[in-house]
């Protein structure tokens, strides 16, 4: 049975599908990111005394180690909120998907028409 390989998770929101797309699109090109999953959700949370709710798009962010400090900073720079949602974890990947996930962050990684996935089709997420 082959070993499970380490990859780190970050979790961020954004105000819509266009600035959450932008910011993806931005931390793949970068290769900070060798993926990001979008999905809409509804958050609520107390805002300067006041309980709100937004309909925002969650990202969530797959990177390596090596990465993650990199990413971070970038999420800083980047993110249009003034206090954005960033939390991070590790978490376990099967090694096709991890090897595939290394090398798109990697970045001595081929140009992206040469760029392999695991199985030659789109990897899921």
Request: negative net charge; proline residues 4%.
């Amino acid at each position: 049975m082959t070993r499970a390989m380490h990859l780190r998770l970050v979790l961020t929101t954004e105000a819509d599908q266009h600035r959450a797309e932008a910011l993806a699109d931005q931390l793949i090109k970068r290769r900070l990111a060798a993926c990001v999953s979008l999905t809409s959700v509804c958050s609520r949370y107390r805002w300067q005394g006041v309980i709100e709710r937004s309909e925002e798009v969650q990202l969530l962010i797959k990177t390596s180690d090596q990465r993650l400090d990199d990413l971070l900073a970038a999420l800083t720079d980047l993110h249009s909120y003034d206090t954005p949602e960033i939390l991070h974890w590790s978490a376990q990947a099967e090694p096709a998907y991890a090897a595939w996930a290394q090398e798109m962050i990697s970045s001595d990684a081929a140009s992206s028409a040469q760029e392999a996935t695991p199985g030659n089709a789109p990897p899921a997420g």
